[in-house]
């Protein structure tokens, strides 16, 4: 079974900087798609950006395009998510995901993401 674990949130200023890690367990890494997306109290669930399994095409959400940088390590079984010029509606609980399903284009919905990360928290102060 694919476990994920999320690292790397915090407290930053706004328009500062974080990277975030997610460690994937299991053997076949470089065969799911991967994606950040993230969650506030009393919303739903928001995308933030996407990976296909080579990590040569990308797909990022608008309120984040420009900001923040998806990538991955297939070697170290990683996802990372570079934030950077962070802003105080940025601040939600982080989560990785990972799809078995090869899709065009990469999946923006959270039901097509079949394993999911404990999550991680990142603070944005004013």
């Known amino acids: 079974q694919i476990l994920l674990a999320e690292s790397g949130g915090g407290l930053v200023q706004a328009g500062g900087s974080l990277r975030l890690s997610c460690v994937v367990s299991g053997l076949d890494f470089s065969s799911f798609a991967m994606a950040w997306f993230r969650q506030v109290p009393g919303k739903e669930r928001e995308f933030v950006a996407a990976i296909d399994t080579s990590g040569r095409q990308t797909r990022v959400a608008d309120s984040v395009k420009g900001r923040f940088i998806i990538s991955r390590d297939n070697a170290a079984k990683t996802l990372s998510l570079q934030m950077n010029s962070l802003k105080f509606e940025d601040a939600a609980e982080y989560y990785c995901?990972?799809?078995?399903?090869?899709?065009?284009?990469?999946?923006?919905?959270?039901?097509?993401?079949?394993?999911w990360g404990q999550g991680t928290q990142v603070t944005v102060s004013p």
């Open positions: 995901a990972a799809d078995r399903v090869r899709r065009i284009p990469l999946g923006s919905k959270f039901h097509e993401y079949g394993y």
